[in-house]
């Protein structure tokens, strides 16, 4: 059990220019989940996926947003256009079936100039 | 999902027990207690969760009121390592809200050597 690993740590962009992040879960977990956390606040729920099924997002997750799982494995969560209130820190977390914590990464920290 | 009300902020010394405390009067019968808590610049971390009963693992302890209407996590030897936000959530048993984690803002526990 590697944990959950996310890639990048850091990525700083310019507003307009289109970002992928890429999130890759604890094998065999077949849920995934994807938080956006901003400074001094909590994290955040955005979308959450049962294995390749994306089966519930968040008003947050605006048209600019789109998160996939092809393959029910690594997420990637993409948002186009970015915008300077999309600054925050995005997060994935899996878990197993059933009623199991969520095991989170340590994060993307998306910073848009 | 439950409300919860913590403490913006507490302190401990190391070496004693942390006591937090968490408020959550409109949890569901169906819901369960979790405690994550957040070291700085990682992601949130499963530390205990519970629905009437008390539970204890090897990282802390958790009293549930038996009116379910509050709860208590107990660190019973803090370590300077427990400096943290820590964060009180309800969370549904099963279907596809389990998982959607309404976070809040936590209580920042600082452990004085």
């Known amino acids: 059990d590697t944990g959950v690993s996310q890639d990048p740590r850091h990525k700083i962009t310019k507003r307009g220019q289109n970002v992928t992040f890429r999130c890759d879960p604890i094998?065999?977990?077949?849920?995934l989940y994807w938080y956006r956390q901003t400074l001094g606040q909590g994290p955040e729920f955005l979308t959450y996926f049962q294995n390749e099924a994306q089966l519930e997002k968040s008003r947050l997750l605006s048209d600019r947003f789109s998160a996939e799982r092809p393959k029910g494995s690594f997420s990637t969560l993409e948002i186009q256009r970015t915008e300077q209130g999309d600054s925050a820190m995005y997060l994935c977390?899996?878990?197993?079936?059933?009623?199991?914590?969520?095991?989170f990464g340590n994060g993307t920290r998306l910073t848009v100039t | 999902d439950a409300k919860t009300t913590q403490p913006p902020s507490m302190d401990c010394a190391e070496g004693r027990a942390a006591n937090l405390p968490c408020n959550h009067s409109?949890?569901?019968?169906?819901?369960?207690v979790y405690w994550y808590r957040q070291i700085h610049s990682q992601g949130p971390q499963y530390i205990i969760h519970g629905l009437k009963n008390n539970e204890t693992n090897e990282m802390a302890s958790l009293i549930i009121t038996e009116d379910r209407k509050s709860s208590t996590l107990i660190l019973p030897h803090a370590t300077l390592r427990d400096t943290a936000v820590y964060y009180c959530i309800g969370n549904p048993r099963g279907g596809t809200s389990y998982g959607k984690l309404t976070f809040g803002q936590g209580t920042i526990l600082t452990v004085h050597p």
């Open positions: 977390a899996s878990s197993p079936e059933g009623n199991s914590p969520l095991h």
């Open positions: 409109t949890i569901s019968g169906n819901e369960y």
């Open positions: 094998s065999e977990h077949n849920r």
